[in-house]
C-alpha cells in the first residue's frame, strides 16, 4: 500500500459512546482485528476509499487510559483527522473529552490535522444541551456534528466533512 497516500483518521472516545457503530452506520462493514496489542492500549482499524486516497479509520477507546499518556504521545502525530465523540445521554463523556483535546494540541505535530467533536445517540433522552457540545468544539478549533448511529442521522456528513476538510488540508500544507 502506498502509505503517502493513506490518510488516518482516528475516533476517540470513552467506552460505549458508539464509536464502532458510527464506523459501521458509514461504511456498512464490521471492524476486523485489533492493530496494536501494546498493553491497555486497544485499536480497531477499517481500510476504505476516499476520491484519491485510501482511508485508515482507526478506533481508539480511551476509557481508564490515562495512566498510558506516554505510550499514547506517538499516536497523535500519526493522526490526519479524529472524530473525537460523546455520548449526548451521558455528560461525563464530554467531560473527559477534554483531556483528549489537550493531548491533541500538546502532541499532534502536524498543521493540517483536523478534528471533528461529535456528540452521538441524539435518537435517546438528552442529557448534554448541543451548545455545549457546540461550545466545546469552539473552544478547541474543532469541527461540530450531532449525531445518531441508531438512525444513521447525520452520520454521512460527520465523515464527508471531515475528510473532505482533510483532504483539502493536504493540498494546502503537504
Ligand atoms: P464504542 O464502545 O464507543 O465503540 O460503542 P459501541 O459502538 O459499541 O456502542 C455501545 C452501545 O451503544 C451499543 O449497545 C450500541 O448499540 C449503542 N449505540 C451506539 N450508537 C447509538 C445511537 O446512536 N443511539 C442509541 N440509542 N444507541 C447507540
Not at 488516518?8 to 472516545?13: P, Q, S, T
Not at 495512566?67 to 506517538?74: F, G, P, Q
Request: one cysteine or more.
Amino acid at each position: 500500500m502506498d502509505y503517502e497516500k493513506t490518510l488516518n483518521i482516528f475516533l476517540i472516545g470513552e467506552r460505549s459512546v458508539g464509536k464502532s457503530s458510527i464506523v459501521l452506520a458509514y461504511t456498512k462493514k464490521e471492524f476486523d482485528e485489533s492493530l496494536h496489542t501494546t498493553v491497555g492500549i486497544y485499536f480497531k482499524s477499517i481500510i476504505m476509499d476516499f476520491c484519491d486516497y485510501k482511508v485508515k479509520i482507526c478506533l481508539w477507546d480511551t476509557s481508564g487510559q490515562d495512566r498510558y499518556k506516554d505510550m499514547t504521545s506517538n499516536f497523535y502525530r500519526n493522526m490526519h483527522g479524529a472524530i473525537l465523540v460523546y455520548d449526548t445521554s451521558r455528560p461525563e463523556t464530554l467531560a473527559k473529552l477534554k483531556e483528549r483535546a489537550d493531548d491533541i494540541q500538546q502532541y499532534s505535530t502536524k498543521k493540517n490535522m483536523v478534528c471533528f467533536v461529535v456528540g452521538n445517540k441524539i435518537d435517546k433522552e438528552r442529557a448534554v444541551p448541543k451548545k455545549d457540545g457546540l461550545a466545546f468544539a469552539q473552544k478547541h478549533n474543532m469541527l461540530f456534528a450531532e449525531c445518531s448511529a441508531k438512525t444513521n442521522e447525520g452520520i454521512k456528513f460527520v465523515f464527508e466533512e471531515l475528510l473532505w476538510n482533510v483532504r483539502c488540508f493536504l493540498f494546502k500544507y503537504g
